[in-house]
């Protein structure tokens, strides 16, 4: 270990990727640099180190990249927000109860819906559906008589129809209504199949989030009813004779709010909407709050975008208190209470691991370069630059070596356009350039003042981590919407990262990349890294993946769905956990399938030009056997690369 290694403490790695400002009590940095999963707050002696994770997972011969899935985290955090909730109304007085959902768009893998419900239950813990598909999930997974299934989105018939049906089923099914023709239709049927559907109906509140999100509130929202609307709705429910169908007040500001006043701001109108409704003879069940309650992904609890200004309690805090005020200023009963939150749920639990498989570097090094001797008859520019090399240590006028070196570069380019300087002379002046660009980034990187055009050279001169995986499939928040993910290496913590990089994936597309990270209380377009070591394989993992990113993921290059690991805790196990269940990922022949190709068929016409070579004397007949088990093998292999 070199000399400032030994200085560098896990106090420092905490510093740096803030393990603890983001993950939630769950994850922490050990005394032997590796990172640390503690799924249980009230079992903390409890702890899995993350390198006999992935020990196990090459043990089980499951190839990387990988999604980790820790089952007890998903748990907890079912148990976490209805245990607040539950404290948060016994503190204050609140007469009615909490009935929380978790909305399936968040993340509908079955294993997580499965977990969620089966967590939930003694909560009486629901779901929330927005599409035809998701309610046929959700009356085959919600069994819980007592828990609620709240419908959101546009609605047909066929829609309304399931909807009566889980009803039928003994279920307690609330169909939203986000527009006012919804409610004919429902009425409609509900009137045809001789049903009291449960109804609720979604305003358009003044009050708007603060976010990326923030659109989905206010007056232009895409969803919702105004107050207009929603009092022809009553008033239409009531000369029906279906008044007492009226159950349910639902408003959704945003997700991932980043603060907390937004949150006030909605509580306060909706619950002065509810009460209004309450005097005019509606007297409604259940407020829904929506969703919105953010995840801090950078560590600032801060209003970034990536962040939130506070925590769980303090939201429910605020929701509960919030709703008892407005409630009992107007001497309306207290409702019950539900909320969506599902990226709260389900963020935590999920992450990715990649390997680093190799390092794209800029052309700095002599290895990487080409000899930058002197050579007879060699153009001035190329002696130039030798010049100003040799001058960087000894001067002291930095700005000087940079301004000449630079000009130097341009003239070469542009002599090489006109012929006069050949291919060979132009290396060796580029190579010469960024040898003089790294000694002064290695003199900039000590220097309390650093020249405004010399700000960006620490990033032009930085490595990116080529890293097995597909943004697009993997981390697509990334890219679509600048998402911010912490990333850490799962290992090495304990030794101080030499290398600043961005990451680069694997596919073919310039913008599978990730060059924003939260490091040291910062955004910064570098993330420090360890050296790669040759008979080592490095890990880095991407956290709080769980919501949105293991759904929205696309194919991109035909990347298909990684391979998963279910990891449950277990005091019992020599590793304090076990492997539960391993998903497999896509196979190519899945994904080309998908793309409407016959893998079989292409197959089938690969062997028969093999078996034609043969017949020509151009391929020998065992040679040809090898060339058709090997393309059947990759067609029915992992999209990813195979690493050791």
């Keep these: 270990m070199?000399?400032?290694?030994?200085?560098?403490?896990?106090?420092?790695?905490?510093?740096?990727?803030?393990?603890?400002?983001?993950?939630?009590?769950?994850?922490?940095?050990?005394?032997?640099?590796?990172?640390?999963?503690?799924?249980?707050?009230?079992?903390?002696?409890?702890?899995?180190?993350?390198?006999?994770?992935?020990?196990?997972?090459?043990?089980?011969?499951?190839?990387?990249?990988?999604?980790?899935?820790?089952?007890?985290?998903?748990?907890?955090?079912?148990v976490r927000l209805n245990t607040a909730f539950a404290d948060a109304i016994s503190t204050c007085g609140y007469q009615g109860q909490y009935r929380g959902v978790y909305p399936i768009k968040v993340n509908q893998m079955r294993e997580v819906v499965e977990e969620i419900v089966n967590a939930g239950n003694p909560f009486q813990y629901g779901l929330e559906a927005g599409s035809k598909a998701e309610l046929l999930a959700a009356l085959a997974m919600n069994t819980n008589p007592d828990s609620l299934t709240v419908l959101n989105g546009y609605k047909d018939e066929e829609f309304m129809r399931l909807a009566l049906l889980g009803g039928k089923l003994g279920n307690r099914v609330l169909v939203v209504v986000e527009k006012y023709s919804e409610l004919l239709l429902l009425v409609k049927i509900a009137k045809e199949l001789n049903i009291d559907p449960m109804i609720g109906?979604?305003?358009?509140?003044?009050?708007?989030?603060?976010?990326?999100?923030?659109?989905?509130?206010?007056?232009?929202?895409?969803?919702?009813?105004?107050?207009?609307?929603?009092?022809n709705t009553a008033r239409y429910l009531q000369e029906q004779g279906m008044s007492h169908c009226l159950n349910l007040l639902h408003f959704h500001i945003g997700s991932q709010l980043t603060d907390i006043r937004s949150v006030k701001e909605a509580i306060t109108e909706g619950a002065m909407i509810y009460a209004e409704l309450h005097k005019m003879g509606f007297p409604l069940d259940y407020v829904d709050v929506g969703g919105g309650l953010g995840i801090d992904y950078d560590g600032s609890a801060s209003t970034n975008d990536s962040s939130r200004n506070y925590s769980m309690q303090e939201y429910v805090a605020n929701v509960v208190q919030g709703m008892k005020e407005v409630c009992e200023l107007e001497q309306v009963p207290h409702p019950h209470l539900v909320s969506e939150s599902g990226r709260a749920i389900t963020a935590h639990h999920s992450c990715v691991v990649t390997q680093v498989v190799g390092e794209i570097r800029t052309n700095i090094s002599g290895t990487r370069g080409v000899d930058t001797g002197v050579v007879d008859g060699e153009h001035i520019i190329v002696s130039n630059m030798r010049d100003i090399a040799g001058e960087v240590a000894d001067s002291s006028n930095k700005q000087r070596i940079y301004n000449d070196a630079s000009r130097y570069k341009e003239q070469a380019m542009d002599a090489f356009k006109l012929r006069v300087l050949s291919l060979e002379e132009l290396a060796r002046t580029e190579t010469l350039y960024w040898q003089i660009m790294a000694q002064l980034q290695e003199y900039y990187a000590a220097a309390d003042y650093v020249p405004e055009e010399l700000q960006e050279m620490e990033l032009n001169l930085a490595s990116q981590y080529l890293c097995n995986f597909s943004i697009f499939q993997s981390a697509a928040d990334t890219w679509a919407i600048d998402q911010l993910l912490p990333v850490v290496p799962l290992t090495r913590m304990n030794e101080k990262p030499q290398v600043k990089c961005s990451l680069a994936d694997i596919t073919?597309?310039?913008?599978?990349?990730?060059?924003?990270?939260?490091?040291?209380?910062?955004?910064?377009?570098?993330?420090?890294?360890?050296?790669?070591?040759?008979?080592?394989?490095?890990?880095?993992?991407?956290?709080l993946t769980g919501a949105y990113q293991d759904v929205m993921g696309d194919m991109h290059n035909l990347f298909g769905r990684l391979n998963e690991v279910h990891i449950v805790s277990d005091a019992d196990?020599?590793?304090?956990?076990?492997?539960?269940?391993?998903?497999?990922?896509?196979?190519?022949?899945?994904?080309?399938?998908?793309?409407?190709?016959?893998?079989?068929?292409?197959?089938?016409?690969?062997?028969?030009?093999?078996?034609?070579?043969?017949?020509?004397?151009?391929?020998?007949?065992?040679?040809?056997?090898?060339?058709?088990?090997?393309?059947?093998?990759c067609i029915n292999g992992y999209t990813y690369l195979k690493t050791s």
């Design 573 to 633: 196990d020599p590793q304090k956990f076990y492997i539960e269940e391993v998903v497999k990922g896509s196979a190519v022949n899945d994904v080309l399938d998908i793309m409407q190709y016959n893998p079989e068929a292409m197959a089938s016409d690969v062997k028969r030009m093999i078996d034609k070579q043969v017949a020509c004397g151009n391929i020998k007949p065992r040679e040809g056997v090898g060339w058709t088990d090997f393309y059947e093998a």
């Design 2 to 78: 070199a000399a400032s290694d030994k200085e560098w403490t896990i106090n420092d790695a905490e510093k740096l990727y803030g393990v603890s400002r983001w993950g939630g009590g769950y994850f922490q940095i050990g005394d032997n640099g590796n990172l640390h999963i503690t799924p249980h707050a009230d079992h903390p002696d409890l702890r899995i180190d993350f390198n006999d994770v992935l020990t196990e997972i090459r043990q089980a011969g499951v190839q990387f990249p990988v999604v980790v899935r820790f089952h007890d985290i998903l748990r907890a955090q079912v």
């Design 201 to 231: 109906v979604r305003a358009k509140i003044t009050a708007v989030g603060r976010g990326k999100w923030e659109s989905s509130g206010g007056e232009r929202a895409k969803f919702g009813l105004t107050i207009a609307e929603i009092i």
């Design 508 to 543: 073919c597309d310039s913008d599978g990349k990730i060059d924003q990270f939260p490091v040291a209380r910062e955004i910064t377009n570098l993330l420090p890294l360890h050296k790669l070591r040759a008979d080592e394989p490095y890990f880095i993992g991407l956290f």
